[in-house]
């Protein structure tokens, strides 16, 4: 048998650092890169645009399973290219009112069993560094190294603050302070895969680190578990 193709997990709250993080190792690596996040973004933005009701289960699972979206990584740059309906999203998935809204369709069992298959499609040489909240405990329980990252929810919040900034998306520090708690209730009590760490992941605190150093210490992890990564 062929050995399987090897898994980097990253999960952990929003503003945690998981995307900047995983997105650079994915890099440093040649590996594939799944931002899990942006596909139930995706479906809270195909809904949104469709008129749906958010609490319709049946007709949000229906949807998540055959909306029409694919991803492009730009060879230049490395910025990834997120499609709906063939057409390129941009900001429109990062919104406040989106990243809401996908917390809720992301609490509905079904919603997350029709992208269960789609997660794991991303699974392809010579690596894949998934990035969410249940790729080490349900969507890849069988990767090779599974990563926790955490931070307060107060360095959360400034660092989301800072990050909208960069982007030209206006907010207030305080309401995203208030909307990351919310978020981070919503999704740790969920009955449906749950943000925890796995039983099997390293949990790393990065309140007191910057991207550099977590990534330093992530890819020294990737080289001793998985011979890769230079030096
Ligand atoms: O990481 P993010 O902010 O882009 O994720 C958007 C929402 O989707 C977030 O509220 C949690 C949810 N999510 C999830 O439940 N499971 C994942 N694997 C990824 C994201």
């Known amino acids: ?6 898994v980097l997990t990253f999960d ?10 995983a997105s650079r190792v994915a890099r ?16 809270a933005l195909g809904a949104a645009r469709r008129g749906m009701d958010m609490a319709d289960e049946g007709a949000l699972a229906d949807y998540a399973a055959q909306m029409a979206v694919d991803f492009e990584i730009l060879p230049d740059s490395g910025e990834v290219v997120a ?11 990062r919104t406040e009112q989106v990243g809401n809204d996908a917390s809720k369709v992301a609490a509905l069992e079904t919603v997350r069993a029709a992208l269960l298959q789609r ?14 909240r249940d790729m080490g ?8 190294l599974k990563i926790y990252l955490t931070a307060s929810a107060e360095v959360r919040a400034e660092r989301r603050y800072k990050q909208l900034k960069e ?13 990351i708690t919310e978020r981070d209730v919503r ?11 796995a039983a099997d992941a390293i949990v790393l605190d990065t309140s007191a680190l910057d991207i550099d150093q977590v990534v330093e210490q992530v890819l020294a992890w990737c080289r001793d578990r998985f011979a890769v990564g230079g030096q």
């Not at 997660?119 to 969410?132: C, E, S």
């Open 167 to 179: 982007k030209g998306i206006s907010a207030s520090l305080a309401g995203l302070l208030r909307e």
């Open 28 to 43: 440093t690596l040649g590996w594939h890169l799944l931002d899990s996040g942006a596909l139930y973004r995706l479906v």
């Open 119 to 132: 997660q794991r499609d991303f699974r392809q040489p010579p690596g894949l560094v998934a990035d969410g």
């Open 1 to 6: 048998m062929s050995e399987p193709v090897p």
């Open 12 to 21: 952990g709250p929003s503003g945690s650092g998981k995307g900047t993080i």
């Open 187 to 197: 999704d740790t009590e969920r009955q449906s895969s749950p943000l925890k760490p």
């Open 83 to 93: 499609r709906l309906d063939g057409e390129p999203v941009g900001n429109a998935i």
């Open 137 to 144: 405990t349900t969507v890849f329980p069988d990767a090779g």
